[in-house]
């Protein structure tokens, strides 16, 4: 199993992940990333943009917004 498809999995499970570990998946996902003003992040590539804020002090991903951005991937994760 590839890096890209562990982190999937990973993401997809109710297991912890980290905001390194979102950065890379969106990445491998064909993404590019662009800091926006305070914590705001956007993920990006021609057909999709995905926004959310940078978790902290706490650096796992909240339950609510994995949820969230696997809805928006649904067509990149199958």
């Known amino acids: 199993m590839s890096k890209k498809q562990k982190l999937i999995e990973k993401f997809k ?3 912890e992940f980290t905001w390194q ?3 890379r998946m969106m990445l ?3 993404f590019e990333k662009q800091e926006g003003d305070g914590s ?8 999709l943009t995905i926004s959310i804020h940078k978790p902290h002090p ?4 909240k ?3 994995r ?7 649904k067509d990149e994760l199958l």
């Open 28 to 30: 491998l996902l064909g």
């Open 67 to 73: 949820k969230e951005i696997l809805a928006r991937l």
């Open 58 to 61: 706490d650096k796992s991903i």
């Open 63 to 65: 339950h609510y917004v």
């Open 13 to 15: 499970s109710d297991s």
């Open 40 to 47: 705001r992040v956007k993920f990006y590539k021609p057909e």
């Open 21 to 23: 570990e979102l950065e």
